[in-house]
T-cell receptor, first 114, second 110 residues
Framework: DAGITQSPRHKVTETGTPVTLRCHQT?????MYWYRQDPGHGLRLIHY???????DKGEVSDGYSVSRSKTEDFLLTLESATSSQTSVYFCAISESGTGFYEQYFGPGTRLTVT | SQQGEEDPQALSIQEGENATMNCSYKTSINNLQWYRQNSGRGLVHLIL?????REKHSGRLRVTLDTSKKSSSLLITASRAADTASYFC??????????FGAGTTVTVRA
């Protein structure tokens, strides 16, 4: 795997609690992405970042926020977790825009909201 | 919305056979990418084909792209047990985002 780690790798939380997932990269790539993967849906983009403090929404951003204060870290926060946010979350990085470069994925975080 | 849609959803083949899966997309793209995911792992990039390319090879992988039909295919030749995985196409229609399909699950029988 490219130098991407995600923490925690597994988490069980209760409905209504805030949750923060962390993605850390050592590749100094400019672009970072958060996806969720659910059966039958493939990967869906939640938020992405194109630089420090530069972020934008993806197709399923409701209920999620992100922050990027350093090149290497991209945080995903569920402000008040709901059962519909039970999923596997993947972070990805890219050297530049996907017009020319592939994405490298982290190992994933399995989140269960009870 | 999903830009890439794979077909078939699942494929079971004998070791040594070829595996072919198809991907259709809806809008114009600047490139199309294929990824593999082993069970419980993250996605691994396999190959990227740009909109002005028609065919690309990488080892036992062959990808074609037909922009007039908005479709792509991935061929894995001489399959091995280690090729057992899910395969995803992802369409890039702007510089920052990929739209993934739901994937094709390939099982290679020994």
């Amino acid at each position: 795997d490219a130098g991407i780690t995600q923490s925690p790798r597994h988490k069980v939380t209760e409905t209504g609690t805030p949750v923060t997932l962390r993605c850390h990269q050592t590749e100094n790539h400019r672009y970072m992405y958060w996806y969720r993967q659910d059966p039958g849906h493939g990967l869906r983009l939640i938020h992405y970042s194109y630089g420090v403090k530069d972020t934008d929404k993806g197709e399923v951003s409701d209920g999620y926020s992100v922050s990027r204060s350093k090149t290497e870290d991209f945080l995903l926060t569920l402000e008040s977790a709901t059962s519909s946010q039970t999923s596997v979350y993947f972070c990805a990085i890219s050297e530049s825009g996907t017009g020319f470069y592939e994405q490298y994925f982290g190992p994933g975080t399995r989140l269960t909201v009870t | 919305s999903q830009q890439g849609e794979e077909d078939p959803q699942a494929l079971s083949i004998q070791e040594g056979e070829n595996a072919t899966m198809n991907c259709s997309y809806k809008t114009s793209i600047n490139n199309l990418q294929w990824y593999r995911q082993n069970s419980g792992r993250g996605l691994v990039h396999l190959i990227l084909i740009r909109s002005n390319e028609r065919e690309k090879h990488s080892g036992r992988l062959r990808v074609t792209l037909d922009t007039s039909k908005k479709s792509s295919s991935l061929l894995i030749t001489a399959s091995r047990a280690a090729d057992t995985a899910s395969y995803f196409c992802a369409a890039s229609s702007n510089d920052y985002k990929l739209s993934f399909g739901a994937g094709t699950t390939v099982t290679v029988r020994a």
